[in-house]
């Protein structure tokens, strides 16, 4: 079945880095875009950008410009999030999501 | 940007009641416009894409509406397990999020 699984939870420090991967299953996975939503503790759901998976080419919301980077392995089937210079208002659950299909979940939790 | 102005931010309602939900764009998006459902601790779930088309798989009682700026997110029949936050989502641009809507049982 189509699936999108997530890697775990990460506890990271201030300034530190974190890269989270979201590998795809049951389908063709450039055939879709890959899409990346951030959900702060008990707050909506805020749309972060997308990336073409046929090109690589990726695409911003604002407020996720410089320290956000979108990449691929399509030898994988996998789409990663990497978030530098960490910051406390960075705590949040990020999600993959592709047309109808959303990966579980990863919990980012920054604090010293 | 567009902006999308969900409303209301909260309701209760009882089992069996007819529940609603607008969702205003603060331009034209003609139908791009996707409904979510949101359970905590759990990622959301496509509902309603295109405004009013139903995803395979989701009973009959939700329903969606509206085109251009104007938006409606019905459940015909409040059942227990539809308590949850509803989002909009419009794609007719870069794709932005309503504010949501937190469903309870009264």
């Known amino acids: 079945q189509v699936q999108l699984v997530q890697s775990g939870s990460e506890l990271k420090k201030p300034g530190a880095s974190v890269k989270v991967s979201c590998k795809a299953s049951?389908?063709?996975?450039?055939?879709?875009?890959m899409n990346w939503v951030r959900q702060a503790p008990g707050q909506g759901l805020e749309w972060m950008g997308w990336?073409?998976?046929?090109?690589?080419?990726?695409t911003y919301a604002q407020g996720f410009t410089g320290r956000f980077v979108f990449s691929l392995d399509t030898s994988v089937s996998t789409a990663y999030l990497q978030i530098s210079s960490l910051k406390a208002e960075d705590t949040a659950v990020y999600y993959c999501?592709?047309?109808?299909?959303w990966g579980q979940g990863t919990l980012v939790t920054v604090s010293s | 940007d567009i902006q999308m102005t969900q409303s209301p931010s909260s309701l209760s309602a009882s089992v069996g009641d007819r529940v609603t939900i607008t969702c205003q764009a603060s331009q034209d998006i003609s139908n791009y416009l996707n409904w979510y459902q949101q359970k905590p601790g759990k990622a959301p779930k496509l509902l309603i894409y295109d405004a009013s088309n139903l995803e395979t798989g989701v009973p009959s009682r939700f329903s969606g509406s509206g085109s251009g700026t104007d938006f409606t997110f019905t459940i015909s029949s409040l059942q227990p397990e539809d308590i949850a936050t509803y989002y909009c989502?419009?794609?007719?641009?870069?794709?932005?999020f309503g504010g949501g809507t937190k469903v309870e049982i009264k």
């Open positions: 999501a592709r047309e109808g299909v």
């Open positions: 989502q419009q794609y007719d641009n870069l794709p932005v």
């Open positions: 990336i073409n998976t046929n090109t690589g080419n990726p």
């Open positions: 049951g389908y063709t996975f450039t055939s879709y875009a």
